[in-house]
């Protein structure tokens, strides 16, 4: 069974630009996760989706927002980039009717903002 | 809303010693799942080990046990015969996948 992946592994944009980061769950998984993990620092709640509906937000700015498609995969759209976006951007998905609680990780994306 | 707190940004062990890892939460919910990853320097998280706040009974998978005082909200973390390939970040979440900061564990031959 294929896990959760995430493209690209590496993204590298210049200030201001838009990065687009895609995260597929595990088949037949229907909550998807999107999280921050800047340099030394924790992972930062960033979007939960489930059943293509945003049923959370943690607190980022708005320029930092996405989607889940009817298939269940997810994008993060992430506008006007700043340095201090650059960061490891992890997706999770989990069943959430049968296991609401155990989510499964890709490896995440890479974002350099230069 | 949820909030998980690890207050050890970084800790050590000897290998074959024990170490603990410290988690306090909070939450308004009555029964809930607390859990412990590891994210080693690949980056992939993985599941170490959960609790179910209703059981009373730590969860214990191999050497990795829980201590899980719910009236203190504590939920700590003991690794019993560290070996080197537990050198990790550690992250202690809710069953929001709320986490906390990570302790980063070191693990000395």
């Known amino acids: 069974e294929a896990g959760v992946t995430q493209s690209p592994t590496h993204l590298i944009k210049t200030r201001g630009q838009q990065a687009t980061l895609r995260c597929s769950p595990i088949?037949?998984?229907?909550?998807v996760y999107w999280y921050q993990q800047a340099l030394g620092l924790g992972l930062q709640f960033l979007l939960w989706?489930?059943?293509?509906?945003?049923?959370n937000r943690g607190n980022f700015p708005p320029r930092f927002s996405g989607r889940q498609f009817p298939n269940y995969s997810s994008e993060l759209n992430v506008n006007a980039l700043e340095l201090e976006d650059s960061a490891l951007y992890l997706c999770?998905?989990?069943?959430?009717?049968?296991?609401?609680?155990?989510?499964?990780f890709g490896q995440g994306t890479r974002l350099t903002v230069v | 809303a949820q909030t998980v707190t690890q207050s050890q940004p970084e800790m050590s062990v000897q290998e074959a010693e024990t170490v603990t890892l410290s988690c306090t939460y909070d939450?308004?919910?009555?029964?809930?799942?607390l859990f412990w990853y590891k994210q080693p320097p690949s980056r992939q998280m993985i599941l170490v080990i959960r609790?179910?706040?209703?059981?009373?009974q730590n969860a214990t998978e191999n050497r990795f046990s829980v201590n899980f005082q719910k009236a203190a909200k504590s939920f700590s973390l003991k690794i019993s015969d560290s070996q080197l390939g537990d050198a990790a970040m550690y992250f202690c979440?809710?069953?929001?996948?709320?986490f906390g900061t990570g302790t980063r564990l070191q693990v000395f031959p």
């Open positions: 999770a998905s989990s069943l959430f009717v049968v296991d609401p609680a155990r989510a499964f």
């Open positions: 088949s037949g998984h229907t909550s």
């Open positions: 989706y489930d059943e293509g509906e945003e049923r």
């Open positions: 939450t308004s919910e009555s029964d809930y799942y």
């Open positions: 609790q179910e706040a209703y059981k009373q």
């Open positions: 979440a809710s069953d929001k996948l709320i």
